[in-house]
Protein backbone atom coordinates (compact mmCIF):
# COMPACT_ATOMS: atom_id res chain seq x y z
CA UNK A 1 0.00 0.00 0.00
CA UNK A 2 1.64 3.57 -1.27
CA UNK A 3 -0.61 5.56 1.15
CA UNK A 4 0.76 5.89 4.26
CA UNK A 5 -1.55 6.15 7.31
CA UNK A 6 0.89 6.97 10.36
CA UNK A 7 0.37 8.28 13.83
CA UNK A 8 1.78 10.52 14.40
CA UNK A 9 2.77 11.65 11.15
CA UNK A 10 6.32 11.69 11.03
CA UNK A 11 8.38 14.96 11.31
CA UNK A 12 10.15 14.12 8.02
CA UNK A 13 9.58 11.10 5.46
CA UNK A 14 11.02 10.96 2.36
CA UNK A 15 10.22 8.36 -0.30
CA UNK A 16 12.89 6.89 -2.73
CA UNK A 17 12.44 4.48 -5.25
CA UNK A 18 12.64 0.42 -4.66
CA UNK A 19 10.16 -1.69 -2.11
CA UNK A 20 11.97 -3.67 0.33
CA UNK A 21 10.49 -7.52 -0.35
CA UNK A 22 10.38 -8.99 3.07
CA UNK A 23 11.38 -13.28 3.23
CA UNK A 24 11.60 -15.70 5.95
CA UNK A 25 14.99 -16.69 7.98
CA UNK A 26 16.46 -13.21 8.57
CA UNK A 27 17.73 -11.89 11.86
CA UNK A 28 16.54 -8.73 13.67
CA UNK A 29 19.96 -7.62 15.37
CA UNK A 30 19.67 -5.78 18.52
CA UNK A 31 23.18 -3.80 18.26
CA UNK A 32 23.78 -1.59 21.29
CA UNK A 33 25.75 -1.66 24.98
CA UNK A 34 22.66 -3.38 26.52
CA UNK A 35 20.94 -5.76 23.93
CA UNK A 36 18.65 -6.97 26.87
CA UNK A 37 17.02 -2.82 27.13
CA UNK A 38 15.95 -3.86 23.22
CA UNK A 39 14.26 -6.77 23.61
CA UNK A 40 10.74 -6.31 24.38
CA UNK A 41 10.93 -3.37 21.29
CA UNK A 42 12.33 -6.74 18.77
CA UNK A 43 9.73 -9.01 20.39
CA UNK A 44 6.98 -6.79 19.33
CA UNK A 45 8.40 -6.38 15.98
CA UNK A 46 8.82 -9.93 15.41
CA UNK A 47 5.00 -10.65 16.47
CA UNK A 48 4.32 -7.96 13.90
CA UNK A 49 6.20 -9.39 11.18
CA UNK A 50 4.59 -12.84 11.77
CA UNK A 51 1.28 -11.39 11.86
CA UNK A 52 1.51 -8.96 8.94
CA UNK A 53 4.06 -10.34 6.56
CA UNK A 54 4.36 -14.21 7.02
CA UNK A 55 7.71 -13.99 7.90
CA UNK A 56 9.46 -15.32 11.12
CA UNK A 57 12.52 -13.24 11.84
CA UNK A 58 15.04 -15.05 14.88
CA UNK A 59 16.83 -12.28 17.08
CA UNK A 60 20.37 -12.05 17.87
CA UNK A 61 22.26 -9.76 19.68
CA UNK A 62 25.82 -10.52 17.66
CA UNK A 63 26.76 -7.11 16.97
CA UNK A 64 28.50 -8.08 13.18
CA UNK A 65 26.14 -11.15 11.40
CA UNK A 66 26.84 -11.56 7.72
CA UNK A 67 25.08 -8.84 6.13
CA UNK A 68 23.02 -11.02 4.17
CA UNK A 69 21.41 -12.26 7.06
CA UNK A 70 20.30 -9.14 8.26
CA UNK A 71 16.41 -8.59 8.19
CA UNK A 72 16.53 -5.49 10.52
CA UNK A 73 18.61 -3.76 12.67
CA UNK A 74 17.73 -2.18 16.01
CA UNK A 75 21.14 0.25 16.72
CA UNK A 76 21.44 2.28 19.45
CA UNK A 77 23.68 4.91 18.58
CA UNK A 78 23.81 7.77 21.20
CA UNK A 79 26.43 9.99 20.15
CA UNK A 80 24.33 10.77 16.59
CA UNK A 81 20.95 11.91 18.83
CA UNK A 82 20.99 14.71 20.78
CA UNK A 83 17.38 13.95 21.73
CA UNK A 84 16.55 11.13 23.69
CA UNK A 85 13.83 10.07 21.96
CA UNK A 86 14.43 10.69 18.66
CA UNK A 87 14.71 7.98 15.74
CA UNK A 88 16.02 7.03 11.85
CA UNK A 89 14.23 4.60 10.38
CA UNK A 90 15.34 3.62 6.79
CA UNK A 91 13.77 0.86 4.64
CA UNK A 92 15.95 -0.41 1.85
CA UNK A 93 15.53 -2.94 -0.82
CA UNK A 94 18.68 -5.30 1.31
CA UNK A 95 17.70 -4.53 4.93
CA UNK A 96 15.82 -2.03 7.39
CA UNK A 97 17.27 -0.01 9.85
CA UNK A 98 16.27 2.16 13.08
CA UNK A 99 19.25 3.71 14.64
CA UNK A 100 18.01 5.89 18.11
CA UNK A 101 20.83 7.61 20.80
CA UNK A 102 18.33 5.70 23.26
CA UNK A 103 16.37 2.60 23.53
CA UNK A 104 13.10 4.53 24.18
CA UNK A 105 13.90 6.18 20.70
CA UNK A 106 14.72 2.54 19.56
CA UNK A 107 11.15 1.88 20.40
CA UNK A 108 9.35 4.85 18.68
CA UNK A 109 11.19 3.91 15.50
CA UNK A 110 9.79 0.42 15.96
CA UNK A 111 6.69 1.15 16.38
CA UNK A 112 6.42 3.40 13.37
CA UNK A 113 8.13 0.61 11.10
CA UNK A 114 5.14 -1.90 12.95
CA UNK A 115 2.48 0.42 11.60
CA UNK A 116 4.18 0.32 8.51
CA UNK A 117 4.07 -3.93 8.44
CA UNK A 118 -0.03 -3.74 8.95
CA UNK A 119 -0.23 -1.35 5.90
CA UNK A 120 2.16 -2.71 3.71
CA UNK A 121 2.68 -6.34 4.61
CA UNK A 122 6.37 -8.09 3.10
CA UNK A 123 6.27 -5.73 0.53
CA UNK A 124 7.57 -2.03 2.16
CA UNK A 125 8.14 1.03 0.40
CA UNK A 126 11.88 2.18 0.83
CA UNK A 127 11.70 5.13 2.83
CA UNK A 128 13.67 7.15 4.72
CA UNK A 129 12.11 8.91 8.15
CA UNK A 130 13.72 11.08 10.45
CA UNK A 131 11.42 11.94 13.81
CA UNK A 132 11.44 13.51 17.22
CA UNK A 133 9.17 14.84 19.35
CA UNK A 134 7.99 18.62 20.23
CA UNK A 135 6.83 17.88 23.97
CA UNK A 136 9.11 15.97 26.21
CA UNK A 137 6.10 14.45 27.78
CA UNK A 138 3.06 13.43 26.35
CA UNK A 139 0.35 11.97 28.40
CA UNK A 140 -3.32 10.64 29.14
CA UNK A 141 -5.03 11.18 32.42
CA UNK A 142 -8.19 8.87 33.01
CA UNK A 143 -10.40 9.59 35.34
CA UNK A 144 -11.10 6.39 37.55
CA UNK A 145 -13.32 8.12 40.46
CA UNK A 146 -16.26 9.09 38.98
CA UNK A 147 -17.63 6.13 38.42
CA UNK A 148 -15.91 3.71 35.67
CA UNK A 149 -12.39 2.15 37.27
CA UNK A 150 -11.77 -0.23 34.32
CA UNK A 151 -10.53 -3.41 34.59
CA UNK A 152 -6.81 -4.37 34.25
CA UNK A 153 -7.71 -5.88 30.92
CA UNK A 154 -8.60 -2.75 29.95
CA UNK A 155 -5.67 -0.59 31.19
CA UNK A 156 -3.63 -2.94 29.54
CA UNK A 157 -4.89 -2.57 26.21
CA UNK A 158 -5.19 1.02 26.43
CA UNK A 159 -1.47 1.19 26.99
CA UNK A 160 -1.01 -1.01 24.53
CA UNK A 161 -2.74 1.59 21.98
CA UNK A 162 -1.49 4.67 23.36
CA UNK A 163 2.06 2.85 23.16
CA UNK A 164 1.72 2.57 19.65
CA UNK A 165 0.93 6.29 19.18
CA UNK A 166 4.03 7.47 21.17
CA UNK A 167 2.67 8.38 23.95
CA UNK A 168 4.96 8.43 27.60
CA UNK A 169 3.03 9.27 30.49
CA UNK A 170 -0.06 7.91 32.01
CA UNK A 171 -2.40 9.14 34.70
CA UNK A 172 -5.40 7.82 36.91
CA UNK A 173 -6.53 10.32 38.26
CA UNK A 174 -7.83 9.31 41.78
CA UNK A 175 -9.76 10.44 44.86
CA UNK A 176 -11.07 7.36 46.77
CA UNK A 177 -10.77 4.55 44.16
CA UNK A 178 -6.93 3.33 45.39
CA UNK A 179 -7.34 0.36 48.05
CA UNK A 180 -5.58 1.98 50.97
CA UNK A 181 -5.36 -0.11 53.78
CA UNK A 182 -5.82 2.33 56.42
CA UNK A 183 -9.17 3.58 54.76
CA UNK A 184 -11.33 0.93 53.98
CA UNK A 185 -14.43 2.39 54.20
CA UNK A 186 -13.90 5.28 51.46
CA UNK A 187 -13.44 2.46 48.61
CA UNK A 188 -15.45 -0.25 49.92
CA UNK A 189 -18.01 -0.35 47.32
CA UNK A 190 -15.40 1.13 44.53
CA UNK A 191 -13.94 -1.61 43.31
CA UNK A 192 -10.39 -0.16 43.61
CA UNK A 193 -6.99 -0.53 42.43
CA UNK A 194 -5.05 -2.10 44.27
CA UNK A 195 -1.34 -1.96 45.46
CA UNK A 196 -0.52 -5.18 43.25
CA UNK A 197 -2.53 -4.18 40.58
CA UNK A 198 -0.37 -0.77 40.04
CA UNK A 199 3.00 -2.69 41.06
CA UNK A 200 1.88 -5.13 37.84
CA UNK A 201 0.58 -1.85 35.18
CA UNK A 202 3.65 -0.07 36.32
CA UNK A 203 5.92 -2.99 35.15
CA UNK A 204 3.96 -3.13 32.30
CA UNK A 205 4.21 0.80 31.60
CA UNK A 206 7.98 0.89 31.90
CA UNK A 207 8.40 -2.06 29.01
CA UNK A 208 6.40 0.49 26.83
CA UNK A 209 8.12 3.72 28.05
CA UNK A 210 5.19 4.67 29.14
CA UNK A 211 5.82 6.45 32.89
CA UNK A 212 2.79 5.78 35.06
CA UNK A 213 2.44 8.89 37.25
CA UNK A 214 0.48 8.51 40.67
CA UNK A 215 -2.42 10.73 41.05
CA UNK A 216 -4.63 12.00 44.19
CA UNK A 217 -6.39 14.61 45.01
CA UNK A 218 -4.96 16.58 47.80
CA UNK A 219 -7.51 19.63 48.47
CA UNK A 220 -10.72 20.34 47.01
CA UNK A 221 -12.56 16.92 44.79
CA UNK A 222 -12.76 15.53 48.20
CA UNK A 223 -16.42 14.72 49.01
CA UNK A 224 -15.80 10.71 48.47
CA UNK A 225 -14.16 11.21 52.32
CA UNK A 226 -15.55 14.08 53.73
CA UNK A 227 -18.42 12.66 54.07
CA UNK A 228 -17.57 9.40 56.30
CA UNK A 229 -17.79 10.46 60.07
CA UNK A 230 -14.28 9.89 60.26
CA UNK A 231 -12.71 12.57 57.87
CA UNK A 232 -15.88 14.45 58.31
CA UNK A 233 -14.37 17.10 60.83
CA UNK A 234 -11.48 17.60 58.00
CA UNK A 235 -13.61 19.55 55.82
CA UNK A 236 -13.87 23.08 54.84
CA UNK A 237 -17.64 23.09 55.56
CA UNK A 238 -20.54 20.82 55.70
CA UNK A 239 -23.53 22.40 53.65
CA UNK A 240 -24.34 24.92 50.72
CA UNK A 241 -21.66 26.95 48.98
CA UNK A 242 -21.12 29.16 46.23
CA UNK A 243 -19.45 27.90 43.39
CA UNK A 244 -19.03 30.11 39.45
CA UNK A 245 -22.52 28.44 38.29
CA UNK A 246 -24.53 28.90 41.56
CA UNK A 247 -24.30 26.85 44.57
CA UNK A 248 -23.08 23.36 45.41
CA UNK A 249 -22.98 21.10 48.37
CA UNK A 250 -20.66 20.06 50.97
CA UNK A 251 -18.42 18.68 51.98
CA UNK A 252 -16.20 19.15 48.89
CA UNK A 253 -12.50 20.57 50.09
CA UNK A 254 -10.42 19.48 52.78
CA UNK A 255 -9.87 22.54 55.21
CA UNK A 256 -6.51 23.69 55.00
CA UNK A 257 -6.41 25.89 59.09
CA UNK A 258 -7.10 21.95 59.80
CA UNK A 259 -3.59 20.25 60.66
CA UNK A 260 -5.31 17.17 60.55
CA UNK A 261 -5.76 17.68 56.68
CA UNK A 262 -2.35 17.57 55.58
CA UNK A 263 -1.68 15.05 58.35
CA UNK A 264 -4.02 12.38 55.88
CA UNK A 265 -2.76 13.17 52.75
CA UNK A 266 0.97 12.17 54.14
CA UNK A 267 -0.99 9.20 55.17
CA UNK A 268 -2.12 8.85 51.31
CA UNK A 269 1.39 9.11 50.21
CA UNK A 270 2.89 6.91 52.70
CA UNK A 271 0.47 3.88 50.84
CA UNK A 272 0.29 5.18 47.48
CA UNK A 273 3.98 6.20 46.33
CA UNK A 274 5.63 3.32 47.01
CA UNK A 275 3.61 1.69 44.17
CA UNK A 276 5.29 3.93 41.59
CA UNK A 277 8.77 4.21 39.83
CA UNK A 278 7.99 7.92 38.96
CA UNK A 279 9.52 10.19 40.86
CA UNK A 280 6.44 12.82 39.88
CA UNK A 281 2.99 12.97 41.22
CA UNK A 282 0.41 14.78 40.53
CA UNK A 283 -1.56 16.16 43.60
CA UNK A 284 -4.63 17.61 42.25
CA UNK A 285 -6.15 20.66 44.65
CA UNK A 286 -8.40 22.08 41.69
CA UNK A 287 -11.55 23.47 41.76
CA UNK A 288 -11.50 24.36 45.70
CA UNK A 289 -14.40 26.36 45.32
CA UNK A 290 -15.74 26.45 48.48
CA UNK A 291 -12.12 27.71 50.40
CA UNK A 292 -13.20 30.73 52.50
CA UNK A 293 -16.63 29.67 52.96
CA UNK A 294 -16.21 27.98 55.87
CA UNK A 295 -13.59 27.32 58.50
CA UNK A 296 -10.61 29.37 56.42
CA UNK A 297 -13.20 32.42 56.25
CA UNK A 298 -11.12 34.11 58.64
CA UNK A 299 -7.60 32.97 57.56
CA UNK A 300 -9.10 34.47 53.77
CA UNK A 301 -10.33 37.20 54.99
CA UNK A 302 -7.35 38.45 56.91
CA UNK A 303 -4.79 36.62 54.15
CA UNK A 304 -6.36 36.34 50.79
CA UNK A 305 -7.69 33.07 49.10
CA UNK A 306 -5.03 32.66 47.24
CA UNK A 307 -2.47 33.04 50.26
CA UNK A 308 -4.43 30.24 51.77
CA UNK A 309 -4.23 28.23 49.05
CA UNK A 310 -0.64 29.07 48.41
CA UNK A 311 0.21 28.37 51.61
CA UNK A 312 -1.20 24.78 51.92
CA UNK A 313 -0.14 23.70 48.45
CA UNK A 314 3.44 24.70 49.58
CA UNK A 315 3.08 22.33 52.39
CA UNK A 316 2.49 20.17 49.99
CA UNK A 317 4.69 20.01 47.93
CA UNK A 318 7.64 20.29 51.11
CA UNK A 319 6.24 16.61 52.15
CA UNK A 320 6.12 15.52 48.41
CA UNK A 321 9.68 16.98 47.87
CA UNK A 322 11.09 15.01 51.28
CA UNK A 323 9.72 12.13 49.78
CA UNK A 324 12.11 12.81 46.45
CA UNK A 325 9.41 13.15 43.91
CA UNK A 326 8.45 16.21 41.50
CA UNK A 327 5.20 17.91 42.70
CA UNK A 328 2.61 18.47 39.56
CA UNK A 329 -0.52 20.35 40.67
CA UNK A 330 -3.91 21.62 38.79
CA UNK A 331 -2.60 25.27 38.18
CA UNK A 332 -6.63 26.79 37.64
CA UNK A 333 -6.73 28.18 41.38
CA UNK A 334 -3.01 30.27 41.26
CA UNK A 335 -3.91 31.20 37.88
CA UNK A 336 -6.81 33.37 39.18
CA UNK A 337 -3.85 34.98 41.59
CA UNK A 338 -1.62 35.67 39.08
CA UNK A 339 0.51 37.66 41.66
CA UNK A 340 1.13 34.82 43.40
CA UNK A 341 2.80 32.09 39.89
CA UNK A 342 6.72 33.90 40.67
CA UNK A 343 6.07 32.69 44.42
CA UNK A 344 5.49 28.98 43.20
CA UNK A 345 8.55 26.29 43.62
CA UNK A 346 11.11 26.14 40.76
CA UNK A 347 10.54 22.58 40.61
CA UNK A 348 7.05 22.05 41.17
CA UNK A 349 4.89 21.35 37.21
CA UNK A 350 1.83 23.68 36.78
CA UNK A 351 -0.77 21.69 35.07
CA UNK A 352 -2.80 24.25 32.64
CA UNK A 353 -5.83 23.41 32.18
CA UNK A 354 -9.14 24.29 29.96
CA UNK A 355 -11.63 22.38 27.41
CA UNK A 356 -12.98 24.61 25.09
CA UNK A 357 -11.72 25.52 21.30
CA UNK A 358 -11.47 29.12 22.84
CA UNK A 359 -9.74 28.60 25.92
CA UNK A 360 -7.12 31.28 26.39
CA UNK A 361 -3.72 28.79 26.08
CA UNK A 362 -1.61 32.18 24.92
CA UNK A 363 -2.38 33.79 28.06
CA UNK A 364 -2.33 31.32 30.32
CA UNK A 365 1.22 29.59 28.81
CA UNK A 366 2.64 33.64 28.80
CA UNK A 367 2.46 33.52 32.26
CA UNK A 368 3.66 30.35 33.83
CA UNK A 369 6.61 31.01 30.82
CA UNK A 370 6.89 34.78 32.20
CA UNK A 371 7.72 33.06 35.73
CA UNK A 372 10.02 30.86 35.02
CA UNK A 373 7.53 28.28 36.22
CA UNK A 374 7.54 24.65 34.31
CA UNK A 375 4.10 23.92 33.08
CA UNK A 376 2.20 21.72 31.13
CA UNK A 377 -0.76 21.95 28.80
CA UNK A 378 -3.47 20.11 29.48
CA UNK A 379 -6.67 20.00 26.81
CA UNK A 380 -9.56 17.36 26.74
CA UNK A 381 -11.25 14.98 25.32
CA UNK A 382 -14.76 16.49 25.46
CA UNK A 383 -16.10 13.17 25.75
CA UNK A 384 -17.57 13.80 29.09
CA UNK A 385 -21.06 15.89 30.00
CA UNK A 386 -21.91 15.18 26.31
CA UNK A 387 -23.00 11.08 25.55
CA UNK A 388 -21.47 11.05 21.86
CA UNK A 389 -18.57 13.61 22.16
CA UNK A 390 -17.84 16.81 21.40
CA UNK A 391 -15.75 15.73 18.34
CA UNK A 392 -14.95 19.89 16.23
CA UNK A 393 -14.65 21.01 20.22
CA UNK A 394 -12.20 18.41 20.89
CA UNK A 395 -10.37 19.26 18.00
CA UNK A 396 -9.66 22.79 18.60
CA UNK A 397 -8.85 22.44 22.25
CA UNK A 398 -6.36 20.02 21.45
CA UNK A 399 -4.61 22.04 18.67
CA UNK A 400 -4.81 25.07 20.44
CA UNK A 401 -2.83 23.86 23.31
CA UNK A 402 -0.10 22.23 20.91
CA UNK A 403 0.38 25.41 18.96
CA UNK A 404 0.33 27.42 22.44
CA UNK A 405 2.28 25.31 24.77
CA UNK A 406 4.67 24.53 21.48
CA UNK A 407 5.22 28.47 21.39
CA UNK A 408 5.78 28.93 25.18
CA UNK A 409 7.87 26.14 25.88
CA UNK A 410 5.82 24.00 27.49
CA UNK A 411 7.47 20.81 29.17
CA UNK A 412 4.50 18.69 28.44
CA UNK A 413 1.12 18.45 26.95
CA UNK A 414 -1.20 16.28 29.13
CA UNK A 415 -4.73 14.90 27.29
CA UNK A 416 -7.52 14.52 30.05
CA UNK A 417 -10.51 12.72 30.14
CA UNK A 418 -13.12 12.87 32.42
CA UNK A 419 -16.13 11.20 33.97
CA UNK A 420 -18.13 14.36 35.52
CA UNK A 421 -21.83 12.96 36.32
CA UNK A 422 -21.61 9.08 36.23
CA UNK A 423 -18.93 9.00 33.47
CA UNK A 424 -21.85 8.16 30.50
CA UNK A 425 -19.72 8.00 27.89
CA UNK A 426 -17.94 5.23 26.74
CA UNK A 427 -13.86 4.31 26.35
CA UNK A 428 -13.97 5.04 22.78
CA UNK A 429 -15.91 7.88 22.30
CA UNK A 430 -12.60 9.34 23.78
CA UNK A 431 -10.18 7.93 21.40
CA UNK A 432 -10.90 10.60 18.83
CA UNK A 433 -8.97 12.82 21.47
CA UNK A 434 -6.52 10.89 22.42
CA UNK A 435 -5.38 10.01 18.58
CA UNK A 436 -5.68 13.51 18.08
CA UNK A 437 -3.77 15.15 21.23
CA UNK A 438 -1.11 11.70 20.37
CA UNK A 439 -0.43 13.26 16.87
CA UNK A 440 -0.13 17.11 17.79
CA UNK A 441 1.71 16.69 20.60
CA UNK A 442 4.78 14.76 19.13
CA UNK A 443 5.02 17.24 16.02
CA UNK A 444 2.50 20.06 15.64
CA UNK A 445 3.46 21.58 12.14
CA UNK A 446 3.83 17.95 11.24
CA UNK A 447 0.57 16.58 12.28
CA UNK A 448 -1.59 19.93 12.03
CA UNK A 449 -3.33 18.82 9.01
CA UNK A 450 -3.92 14.96 10.09
CA UNK A 451 -7.11 13.59 9.12
CA UNK A 452 -8.37 12.66 12.08
CA UNK A 453 -11.21 10.32 11.11
CA UNK A 454 -8.78 8.08 8.86
CA UNK A 455 -6.14 8.08 11.57
CA UNK A 456 -8.87 7.42 14.45
CA UNK A 457 -10.32 4.26 12.55
CA UNK A 458 -7.33 2.50 11.47
CA UNK A 459 -5.24 2.87 14.72
CA UNK A 460 -7.89 2.91 16.79
CA UNK A 461 -10.37 0.32 15.52
CA UNK A 462 -7.98 -1.64 12.85
CA UNK A 463 -10.51 -0.33 10.42
CA UNK A 464 -8.87 0.74 7.20
CA UNK A 465 -12.06 1.48 5.55
CA UNK A 466 -12.45 4.60 7.84
CA UNK A 467 -16.11 3.76 8.66
CA UNK A 468 -16.11 3.12 12.38
CA UNK A 469 -13.85 6.60 12.31
CA UNK A 470 -16.68 8.23 10.85
CA UNK A 471 -19.53 6.74 13.26
CA UNK A 472 -16.94 8.30 16.29
CA UNK A 473 -16.50 11.60 14.32
CA UNK A 474 -20.63 12.37 13.70
CA UNK A 475 -21.88 10.88 16.44
CA UNK A 476 -19.76 13.70 17.94
CA UNK A 477 -21.04 16.37 15.78
CA UNK A 478 -24.86 15.85 16.17
CA UNK A 479 -24.98 18.13 19.18
CA UNK A 480 -24.12 21.14 16.90
CA UNK A 481 -27.81 20.81 14.95
CA UNK A 482 -28.63 22.64 18.26
CA UNK A 483 -27.78 26.42 18.41
CA UNK A 484 -27.40 26.69 21.73
CA UNK A 485 -24.43 25.80 23.32
CA UNK A 486 -23.05 24.61 26.86
CA UNK A 487 -19.56 24.97 28.74
CA UNK A 488 -17.99 21.78 28.85
CA UNK A 489 -21.29 19.64 27.84
CA UNK A 490 -24.03 19.39 25.25
CA UNK A 491 -27.62 20.24 25.43
CA UNK A 492 -28.62 16.83 25.14
CA UNK A 493 -26.66 15.57 28.26
CA UNK A 494 -28.33 17.89 30.05
CA UNK A 495 -31.99 17.03 28.82
CA UNK A 496 -31.39 13.86 30.21
CA UNK A 497 -29.70 14.65 33.39
CA UNK A 498 -30.45 18.51 34.04
CA UNK A 499 -33.39 20.61 34.80
CA UNK A 500 -35.10 22.04 32.10
CA UNK A 501 -33.64 25.35 32.85
CA UNK A 502 -29.90 24.31 31.58
CA UNK A 503 -31.49 23.32 28.27
CA UNK A 504 -33.64 26.40 27.86
CA UNK A 505 -34.22 27.51 24.12
CA UNK A 506 -33.65 24.17 22.68
CA UNK A 507 -36.34 23.89 19.80
CA UNK A 508 -38.20 21.02 18.74
CA UNK A 509 -37.15 21.24 15.11
CA UNK A 510 -33.30 21.54 16.33
CA UNK A 511 -33.59 17.99 18.08
CA UNK A 512 -35.95 16.93 15.12
CA UNK A 513 -32.60 17.49 12.92
CA UNK A 514 -30.25 16.31 15.21
CA UNK A 515 -32.69 12.57 15.14
CA UNK A 516 -31.57 12.66 11.54
CA UNK A 517 -27.88 13.53 12.19
CA UNK A 518 -28.02 10.46 14.66
CA UNK A 519 -28.95 8.34 12.11
CA UNK A 520 -26.66 9.69 9.39
CA UNK A 521 -24.00 9.13 11.78
CA UNK A 522 -24.35 5.42 12.04
CA UNK A 523 -25.40 4.20 8.88
CA UNK A 524 -21.66 2.71 8.64
CA UNK A 525 -22.63 0.68 11.59
CA UNK A 526 -25.17 -1.30 9.60
CA UNK A 527 -22.78 -1.53 6.48
CA UNK A 528 -19.86 -3.11 9.29
CA UNK A 529 -16.20 -2.96 9.88
CA UNK A 530 -13.97 -3.28 6.93
CA UNK A 531 -10.94 -5.71 6.49
CA UNK A 532 -9.35 -5.52 9.55
CA UNK A 533 -5.89 -4.77 10.44
CA UNK A 534 -3.50 -7.86 10.69
CA UNK A 535 -3.49 -8.88 14.41
CA UNK A 536 -6.58 -6.85 15.43
CA UNK A 537 -9.22 -8.20 17.96
CA UNK A 538 -12.55 -9.47 16.38
CA UNK A 539 -14.06 -9.52 19.66
CA UNK A 540 -13.31 -5.86 20.63
CA UNK A 541 -14.59 -4.53 17.03
CA UNK A 542 -17.48 -5.83 18.08
CA UNK A 543 -17.60 -4.16 21.17
CA UNK A 544 -16.49 -0.98 19.62
CA UNK A 545 -19.71 -1.58 17.27
CA UNK A 546 -22.46 -2.22 20.59
CA UNK A 547 -20.64 0.85 22.46
CA UNK A 548 -21.88 2.60 19.61
CA UNK A 549 -24.86 1.59 18.70
CA UNK A 550 -25.93 2.09 22.18
CA UNK A 551 -24.16 5.88 22.49
CA UNK A 552 -26.62 6.51 19.65
CA UNK A 553 -29.84 5.36 20.93
CA UNK A 554 -28.87 7.27 23.73
CA UNK A 555 -28.78 10.23 22.11
CA UNK A 556 -31.99 9.65 19.99
CA UNK A 557 -33.40 8.73 23.47
CA UNK A 558 -32.36 12.63 24.52
CA UNK A 559 -33.84 13.75 21.22
CA UNK A 560 -37.31 12.31 22.04
CA UNK A 561 -37.22 13.33 25.89
CA UNK A 562 -37.18 16.65 24.62
CA UNK A 563 -39.09 16.73 22.29
CA UNK A 564 -41.41 15.17 25.27
CA UNK A 565 -40.98 17.78 27.53
CA UNK A 566 -41.75 20.67 24.97
CA UNK A 567 -45.35 19.14 24.38
CA UNK A 568 -43.95 18.44 20.46
CA UNK A 569 -45.50 15.18 20.36
CA UNK A 570 -49.17 14.68 18.73
CA UNK A 571 -49.52 11.80 21.31
CA UNK A 572 -47.91 12.20 24.45
CA UNK A 573 -49.68 9.10 26.48
CA UNK A 574 -48.19 6.96 23.64
CA UNK A 575 -44.57 8.36 23.26
CA UNK A 576 -44.48 8.47 27.24
CA UNK A 577 -44.77 4.72 27.24
CA UNK A 578 -42.16 3.88 24.12
CA UNK A 579 -39.34 5.90 25.96
CA UNK A 580 -39.96 4.31 29.67
CA UNK A 581 -40.02 0.84 27.93
CA UNK A 582 -36.69 2.18 25.64
CA UNK A 583 -35.06 3.57 29.00
CA UNK A 584 -35.31 0.01 30.58
CA UNK A 585 -33.84 -1.47 27.44
CA UNK A 586 -30.99 1.68 27.42
CA UNK A 587 -30.19 0.98 31.03
CA UNK A 588 -29.71 -2.96 30.57
CA UNK A 589 -27.01 -2.66 27.70
CA UNK A 590 -25.31 -0.06 29.39
CA UNK A 591 -24.52 -2.40 32.51
CA UNK A 592 -23.67 -4.95 29.76
CA UNK A 593 -21.49 -2.53 27.91
CA UNK A 594 -20.25 -1.04 31.24
CA UNK A 595 -18.99 -4.33 32.92
CA UNK A 596 -17.28 -5.31 29.54
CA UNK A 597 -14.46 -2.61 30.33
CA UNK A 598 -14.69 -1.89 33.89
CA UNK A 599 -15.14 -3.54 37.24
CA UNK A 600 -18.91 -3.27 38.96
CA UNK A 601 -18.07 -0.51 41.77
CA UNK A 602 -19.38 2.95 40.89
CA UNK A 603 -22.10 1.00 38.04
CA UNK A 604 -24.92 1.52 40.54
CA UNK A 605 -24.28 5.16 41.12
CA UNK A 606 -24.09 5.52 37.67
CA UNK A 607 -27.02 4.27 36.51
CA UNK A 608 -28.83 5.77 39.67
CA UNK A 609 -28.78 9.25 37.43
CA UNK A 610 -30.79 7.22 34.83
CA UNK A 611 -33.67 6.87 37.67
CA UNK A 612 -35.32 10.60 37.72
CA UNK A 613 -36.32 10.10 34.34
CA UNK A 614 -38.81 7.62 35.01
CA UNK A 615 -40.87 9.99 36.99
CA UNK A 616 -41.54 11.85 33.34
CA UNK A 617 -42.61 8.89 31.99
CA UNK A 618 -45.20 7.17 34.29
CA UNK A 619 -48.98 8.05 32.98
CA UNK A 620 -50.52 10.86 34.72
CA UNK A 621 -52.66 10.41 37.76
CA UNK A 622 -56.47 9.98 36.76
CA UNK A 623 -58.37 12.45 38.67
CA UNK A 624 -62.14 11.59 39.80
CA UNK A 625 -65.06 14.47 40.26
CA UNK A 626 -65.84 14.22 43.84
CA UNK A 627 -70.02 14.18 43.96
Wanted: charged share 25%; glycine share 8%.
Amino acid sequence: MDELNLLPTPRELRRVDGRSILENDRLIVLDGAEPDRLLFTATRVKDALRAAANVDWALSAVADPPPAEVGLRLRVVPERFSHDQAYELVVSPDDIVVEAGTPQGVFYGAVTLIQLLEQAGASLPCLRISDRPDFVDRGVMLDVSRDKVPTMETLYRLVDRLASWKINQLQLYTEHTFAYRHHPEVWAKASPLTGEEILRLDAYCRERFIELVPNQNSFGHMQRWLTHERYAGLAELHGEFTVPWGTAQGPFSLSPVDPGSIELIRGLFDELLPHFTSRRVNVGCDETFDLGQGRSKQACAERGVGRVYLDFLLQIHRDVSARGFTMQFWGDIIEKHPELIPELPEDAIALGWGYEADHPFASLCEQYAAAGVPFYVCPGTSSWCSIGGRSENALGNLRNAAENGLRHGALGYLITDWGDLGHWQVLPVSHLGFVAGAAYSWAWEANRSLDVVKALSWHAFGDPSGRMGRVAYRLGDVHRRIEKTIFNATPLFWIMQGSRQQWEGVTPDELRATLDAIDEAVTDLAVGPGTAAPGRDAAEADLVRAEFANTARLLRHACRRGLLLLEAEPDPASVKRELATDLSELVEEYRRLWLARNRPGGLDDSVARFEPLYADYRPSPTITAQK
